[in-house]
């Protein structure tokens, strides 16, 4: 994707200037962030820059984690945008290269700049200990941004994972007896707790209310977005997901006190319309709010 011209300016440690400028060299530019580098962080990339020859990647990894560092640190703009010209291309090839895995025709420029918004948004979750650390946390972004991306465009949990995201699998040899054996007995007790997780899950579920029941077939079982949920049942989004977690926190909470031998106490969310003289503490104790009523 890159002109040859292009390509050898990044080969010879050069970064071209905007509007026909002149490349200029990375060492200058690096020089010229003084503003906005600590003396001892400008130091320490001039050093990177005239230590011994390196490759061009090795190079621009470990410049970039020092700006990303120099950036996490005081949020210097002259930091950040050295750090777009650097790395731009490669992450853009990265972000067409991902999408293609997803079979997604979006525009990989449209979907870079959301990768460079997220760098610029979460600088405090980057970790320099690495020379490449850059390079690494830079390419979980690519990945997640278009995975988010496509969820925004309608496709979330209906795209085929691509085969290299799948993990290896081992190859199967043959069996001794005694562990086809073990391998039998393994699958019918693994076969008994799902049995008993099931038939549970059924038995707290069938107790909740019916919003939360509906709520919860909507999203579990009919795939509906939350969105789509929230408008289903007529109450807001931020509601529909309260509903949603205290629901699924009843049926853990008495499934786990069965386990441990105790009563289960999974009671469903109380009406207000036909409690109109509930307390404030049986609201709690009942474990609703009011944000978790008709959903106004």
């Not at 600088?123 to 320099?128: C, G, I, K």
């Not at 008993?196 to 059924?202: G, I, K, S």
């Not at 969105?227 to 499934?255: D, P, Q, S, T, Y």
Request: aromatic share 6%.
């Amino acid at each position: 994707m890159l002109d040859a011209d292009r390509q050898r300016q990044l080969e010879h440690g050069a970064v071209a200037s905007p509007k026909g400028i002149a490349p200029v060299s990375l060492r200058d530019r690096v020089a010229a962030l003084s503003t906005e580098l600590p003396g001892g962080e400008l130091q320490r990339m001039l050093a990177l820059l005239d230590g011994p020859e390196r490759t061009p990647e090795s190079l621009r990894d470990a410049v970039s984690t020092r700006l990303m560092e120099s950036f996490r640190c005081a949020s210097g703009r002259a930091v950040f945008g050295l750090l777009y010209e650097l790395n731009s291309e490669h992450l853009l090839v990265q972000v067409a290269h991902c999408l293609r895995r997803y079979g997604s025709k979006s525009d990989p420029r449209d979907v870079l700049q959301e990768v460079f918004f997220n760098v610029y948004r979460y600088p405090h979750r980057f970790n320099a200990e690495r020379e490449d650390a850059f390079r690494v946390w830079t390419a979980m972004i690519v990945r997640n941004t278009v995975l988010k991306h496509l969820r925004a465009q309608g496709r979330a949990g209906r795209h085929e994972v691509a085969f290299e995201d799948l993990s290896e699998q081992p190859q199967t040899g043959a069996l001794r007896p005694e562990e086809g054996l073990v391998d039998q007995e393994a699958t019918a007790e693994c076969g008994r707790v799902y049995l008993t997780y099931l038939h549970l899950y059924l038995r707290f579920y069938s107790m909740l209310s019916p919003r939360e029941r509906s709520a919860i077939h909507m999203v579990e079982v009919e795939e509906l977005s939350y969105r789509a949920a929230a408008e289903r049942l007529g109450i807001k989004l931020e509601n529909l997901k309260m509903v949603i977690f205290r629901a699924r926190r009843k049926i853990h909470r008495a499934m786990q006190r069965v386990f441990e031998g105790q009563p289960a106490e999974c009671r469903p969310a109380r009406d207000p319309r036909n409690n109109l003289e509930a307390s404030a503490a049986d609201r709690a104790a009942a474990g609703v709010s009011e944000e978790d009523d008709d959903g106004e």
